[in-house]
């Protein structure tokens, strides 16, 4: 049984700084972080295949946040920098088991049980 568990999450000013850490504790995947904020729909932030050689982001956060992976210690991380109010809403990390990068929620086969990252203004 594939389990993700997020953790890094929590309550950060604009401006601030936030890292995400999601442990897989089984298998090598391809993963995404997604997030999704009351009343929206769950969306991808970011997402890297398995070597770490390819990665995807939103426009939303090019240029402001990092995906990055340690295949070692089975995990995934999201630096997330600059921070703004509208970053706000629970993240969730996501397993995919085929090799290359994928966009849609759809394409994922394994999900954690998200973390809230609130960003005050």
């Known amino acids: 049984q594939v389990q993700l568990v997020e953790s890094g999450g929590g309550l950060v000013q604009t401006g601030g700084s936030l890292k995400l850490s999601c442990a897989v504790t089984?298998?090598?995947?391809?993963m995404g972080w997604f997030r999704q904020a009351p009343g929206k729909e769950r969306d991808i932030v970011a997402a890297i295949n398995r070597s770490g050689t390819s990665t995807y982001y939103a426009d939303s956060v090019k240029g402001r946040f990092t995906i990055s992976r340690d295949n070692a210690k089975n995990t995934v991380y999201l630096q997330m920098n600059s921070l703004r109010p509208e970053d706000t809403a629970v993240y969730y990390c996501?397993?995919?088991?085929?090799?290359?990068?994928?966009?849609?929620?759809?394409?994922?086969?394994?999900w954690g049980q998200g973390t809230q990252v609130t960003v005050s203004s």
């Open positions: 996501a397993a995919d088991r085929s090799l290359s990068v994928h966009i849609s929620r759809p394409s994922y086969d394994y």
């Open positions: 089984s298998g090598t995947f391809t």
